[in-house]
């Protein structure tokens, strides 16, 4: 309850004939000119800022990715909407069905609206990782928008009833044009209602090219935070293009910036950091050790092989084991040059 002040002031007989003429509706003359007083002060009321309410500790989202949330200090910040991007075929959808997976096993609701695929293929996409999204369908944690021809006012409706945690949006290419997109009272409505109750938002966009490009869109200005995908040959020992993820904004984050290289697997996306490379690396160098070992057993027999041979030849030429017509004298001449030859080419090899 309110407290009250007594009112002391002086009014013209106008003014009092007013006042006195909403207090037959209103009721007192004090309720009166409160109402008429916060009347005044509307705008300025309904934007005041409460100092004391901010909560000032950063709660932070994990999003089940292994190796991720270690990047961004344990998760994404509460109430943020985080711009997942890059070329097709890079894992950015099953990047955020991941991250809705981690949150029904934490009974928080959760939302995918999608404006490219039908509900069915995305359940089954979720099936191939072992996740059974249809049973949390079922159990009320998640809705799944499949083919979504919403209007704002619809998304909005269903995010005020459904009440969710977290939210995927895939594609906002599909769902608005991005010449207009910061300016769209459409989508400003929709990013009110995420902000004003704290829902954590993944918005996955589409672009040509990856995070290396360093070109950024107007999606990527209205996120809180941008998270890059793309696919290319990373260093001398990936002998096959891999899929590497980068982390180029997240506020209020102290961020790991380098482009992470991840696998995914049969239970989803994975990070591996740098392991993956000295794997590959192990792998090729005890590979060349076997390769130059091998080399080198061929080299040494070579070596006794043709020495052989050009020592016989020799003892043929000087006609130690007897007299030689002139076409075997011919072949012998020829086995000696050629034996002396490739002895020659191995000698300057080595």
Not at 127 to 141: A, L, N, P, T
Not at 174 to 194: A, C, E, G, H, Y
Not at 312 to 326: C, Q, R, T, Y
């Amino acid at each position: 309850m309110r407290e009250k002040h007594p009112i002391h002031t002086t009014l013209s007989t106008d003014a009092m004939r007013i006042l006195e003429r909403y207090e037959k509706e209103l009721g007192t003359k004090n309720t009166v000119l409160e109402r008429a007083l916060l009347g005044m002060d509307k705008l300025r009321f309904k934007d005041k800022i409460d100092t004391q309410s901010i909560i000032r500790i950063i709660r932070r989202i994990k999003t089940g990715i292994p190796g991720f949330d270690g990047l961004i200090e344990g998760g994404i910040p509460e109430g943020f909407v985080v711009v997942v991007t890059g070329p097709p075929g890079t894992g950015k959808t099953t990047f955020s069905l991941q991250f809705l997976l981690e949150g029904v096993k934490n009974n928080e609701r959760c939302i995918f609206f999608s404006f490219e695929e039908n509900a069915e293929q995305l359940i089954n996409q979720s099936i191939r990782f072992g996740w059974d999204f249809g049973e949390y369908v079922d159990k009320g944690y998640l809705e799944i928008f499949g083919f979504s021809r919403f209007s704002t006012e619809e998304i909005t409706e269903i995010i005020d009833i459904f009440k969710p945690k977290r939210i995927v949006f895939d594609s906002l290419n599909i769902f608005s044009d991005i010449t207009d997109f910061r300016r769209s009272p459409q989508w400003r409505n929709i990013l009110k209602v995420i902000k004003d109750k704290k829902i954590t938002c993944l918005a996955v966009t589409e672009k040509s090219h990856g995070g290396s490009a360093n070109e950024f869109d107007e999606f990527d200005f209205m996120g809180d935070g941008v998270i890059s995908f793309d696919k290319k040959q990373k260093n001398e020992f990936d002998t096959y293009p891999t899929c590497n993820i980068q982390i180029q904004k997240m506020r209020l984050t102290k961020l790991n910036e380098i482009a992470h290289q991840f696998v995914i697997k049969e239970n989803g996306i994975e990070l591996i950091g740098n392991m993956g490379i000295e794997r590959k690396a192990f792998n090729t160098l005890h590979a060349n050790r076997a390769k130059i070992e091998r080399i080198t057993t061929i080299d040494r027999e070579l070596r006794i092989s043709l020495n052989s041979i050009i020592g016989f030849s020799e003892l043929m030429i000087v006609k130690a084991p007897g007299d030689l017509n002139e076409k075997q004298e011919r072949y012998v001449q020829n086995v000696h040059a050629s034996g002396k030859h490739l002895l020659e080419l191995i000698q300057k090899r080595s």
